[in-house]
C-alpha cells in the first residue's frame, strides 16, 4: 500500500514503480482514517515523499501496524526545497523514527558523485552551447555490496538527499547500511538557499569534507512503541485494546530521499509519459532505483529467504 493524505508523491510519479511492483503484489493507495486495523492486510506499506505533518492518529496506526509485525519504507526528505531555499522538513516523525533507533538529519547532502545537468555555456547572443556540468544536489548513492537488496545494482540516483543518523542503545535492533554518499561529501544545515552556481565549485574543493553518509538503513529486531507510555488518540477505535508496547520480529527500511521511488516526466500539458524509474534523461542513463525499490519490498515481504538466491 502506497500511503496518501500527506502530500505524498501523486500517483503519476510513482507509476513505474507501482508498474513493477504489480508483477508481484496487488498495490493500493489509501488515506489511514482511525481504523487502527486498516493496514493489517498489507505486507507492506510505502510512504514516499510525504510534505505535509502527520497526525498522531496516523502515527498511531503506523507504530501499531509495525508492532504486529507489519513493514514499512519509509521516504523522507530530511529537507525541503523549493528551488530557491532548502528549509527542516517537520513532519511530526521525529520522535517516532527516534524510537525505531534513527533520525533523519535536516541536513543537504552534496556528492561529488553526482549527476550533471545541462549549463549553457555562451554568452548572451551567442549560439546556445550546453555543457553537462555536475549537479552535486544529486548525489550517485553507492549500494552495498554484501546485502541481497544492493548487491549487483548500479548507483542510485537521489536528489536533494539527507542522511541518516544512527540513535538510541535498543540491543533488540540491527541496523544495515544500504546506500550512503561517496568518499567526498559535503553536508549543508537546513535552511540553506540553492544555487545553480554550485556548478562551478571545483571536485577538489576541501568543502567535500565528509565520506560514506549512510542514506538508506535497514532495521530488524524487535522495536519499541512509540505509544508504549501513552493513551491512543481519542479520534482511534481501539475497542478497549491497549496499545502493543513492543514488536514481534519485523524489519523496516529508511531513506532520507523520497526521490530515490520517484518516476521523471517527459512531455506536455495533458502528453505527459512518465519515464522508467532511475533513468535521467539528461545523462541519458539507467541508474539502480528501481531494482533498488524492487528489491527492498520483496525483503520486506519476504519470510522465506528466497532473497538470498539473488
Known amino acids: 500500500a502506497f ?24 498495490v493500493d493507495r489509501g488515506v489511514l482514517g482511525s481504523d487502527p486495523n486498516i493496514l493489517n492486510d498489507y505486507k507492506v506499506v510505502i510512504i514516499a515523499e510525504p510534505q505535509t505533518e502527520f497526525s498522531e492518529s496516523d502515527k498511531y496506526i503506523l507504530d501499531q501496524y509495525i508492532m504486529r509485525g507489519g513493514r514499512v519504507i519509509w521516504l523522507v ?18 520522535d517516532q523514527l527516534f524510537t525505531y533507533g534513527v533520525r533523519i538529519q535536516p541536513m543537504m547532502l552534496l556528492d561529488v558523485q553526482c549527476g550533471t545537468v545541462p549549463i549553457n555555456t555562451s554568452l548572451e547572443g551567442q549560439t546556445p552551447n550546453f555543457v553537462p556540468m555536475p549537479w552535486y544536489y544529486s548525489p550517485l548513492l553507492m549500494p552495498m555490496p554484501d546485502h541481497a537488496i544492493t548487491r549487483n545494482i548500479a ?47 571545483s571536485p577538489e574543493s576541501p568543502y567535500f569534507a565528509y565520506s560514506y553518509m549512510p542514506v538508506a538503513v535497514l532495521l530488524e529486531g524487535k522495536f519499541k512503541s512509540v505509544y508504549a507510555n501513552r493513551l491512543a488518540p481519542e479520534n482511534i477505535v481501539t475497542g478497549g485494546i491497549k496499545p502493543i508496547k513492543e514488536s514481534e520480529n519485523t524489519k523496516m527500511i529508511v531513506v532520507a530521499d523520497g526521490s530515490i521511488a520517484l518516476n ?15 533513468y535521467d534523461k539528461y545523462m541519458k542513463m539507467q541508474f539502480g532505483n528501481n531494482d533498488f525499490m524492487l528489491n527492498a519490498v520483496n525483503y520486506l515481504a519476504d519470510d522465506g529467504d528466497w532473497m538470498q538466491l539473488r
Open 3 to 26: 500511503l496518501e493524505g500527506h502530500a505524498e508523491a501523486e500517483e503519476h510519479f510513482v507509476y513505474s514503480l507501482t508498474e513493477s511492483l504489480s508483477r508481484y503484489y496487488q
Open 77 to 94: 526528505d530530511g529537507v525541503a526545497t523549493n528551488g530557491e531555499v532548502g528549509k527542516p522538513n517537520d513532519l511530526g516523525l521525529t
Open 155 to 201: 548507483p542510485v540516483k537521489a536528489e536533494f538527499s539527507s542522511y541518516i543518523e544512527k540513535v538510541g542503545e535498543n540491543d533488540s535492533t540491527m541496523g544495515t547500511v544500504l546506500l550512503c554518499s561517496s568518499s567526498k561529501t559535503a553536508l549543508e544545515k537546513a535552511p540553506m538557499s540553492l544555487s545553480a552556481d554550485i556548478v562551478n565549485l
Open 264 to 278: 521523471s516526466l517527459q512531455g506536455f500539458a495533458s502528453g505527459y509519459e512518465p519515464l522508467p524509474l532511475g
